[in-house]
């Protein structure tokens, strides 16, 4: 084969929090549609036992044992769990001058500006407490009433480990949102993402360094509607 140029300057591949995205993102989706249609289900499910029937008799049923909803509550904090760890990922690319051209950490003034560095900080503690709401409430077993009740769905455990990671990762979600407004100010875009645009209206449009706390309380607002966005 003839000798060809060796392309430099160039990567060999992108990132995986980009890359990998529809895969991750997707599973995540598709956990969420399926715990919606179980607490559909479940909610329309009768849960005091005896069950009274139309018939007029009493029931004794296994209605209240919501296994099917710990099920899915614990696949859905899973799933969060992995599409958190790609936030991380793209929170951290703009702020890389290979990957972008833009400054380090994308801070702007004088040298050995901090820039959104600090963002990393509190964006990588996220993950750390979806990790540990991503251990499945399923696995637990409790044996109660002289035997008679033998085991649990933990339905309940799941449901508050479900709670605090939708905290911790709307926390990120906000960590990267801030980061990304700031880096398509210092490339001089205007952003075209609705939440891109609302969150760059709402954020002080300085990028001198300074502390992020406030922009990442104002930015919260344009994540919570997402529909709309």
Do not use: K
Request: glycine share 8%; hydrophobic share 45%; charged share 15%.
């Amino acid at each position: 084969m003839p000798d060809r140029p060796v392309a430099t300057g160039r990567r060999i591949q992108d990132p995986f929090g980009f890359r990998a995205f529809p895969q991750v993102h997707g599973a995540a989706l598709e956990s969420c549609e399926a715990l919606r249609r179980i607490v559909e289900v479940e909610i329309n499910c009768p849960t005091e036992n005896p069950v009274l029937a139309p018939d007029g008799r009493l029931y004794h049923h296994g209605g209240f044992f919501a296994a099917p909803l710990a099920l899915a509550l614990d696949g859905l904090n899973l799933a969060l769990l992995q599409t958190a760890q790609l936030s991380v990922a793209r929170l951290n690319a703009p702020g890389r001058p290979d990957l972008t051209g833009l400054p380090a950490f994308l801070a702007s003034g004088p040298a050995g500006g901090s820039g959104t560095l600090i963002l990393e900080y509190t964006a990588n503690s996220a993950p750390a407490a979806v990790r540990s709401c991503a251990a499945p409430a399923s696995t637990g077993h409790a044996v109660l009433s002289h035997g008679l009740e033998e085991t649990a769905g933990f339905a309940g455990q799941a449901a508050r480990r479900t709670s605090r990671a939708a905290e911790a990762y709307a926390i990120l979600l906000t960590c990267e949102l801030v980061a990304v407004v700031r880096a398509l100010r210092l490339h001089r875009v205007a952003p075209t993402v609705p939440a891109f645009t609302v969150a760059a209206a709402a954020l002080q449009p300085s990028t001198e360094d300074r502390p992020l706390t406030g922009d990442i309380t104002t930015a919260t607002e344009p994540l919570s509607q997402p529909a709309e966005l």
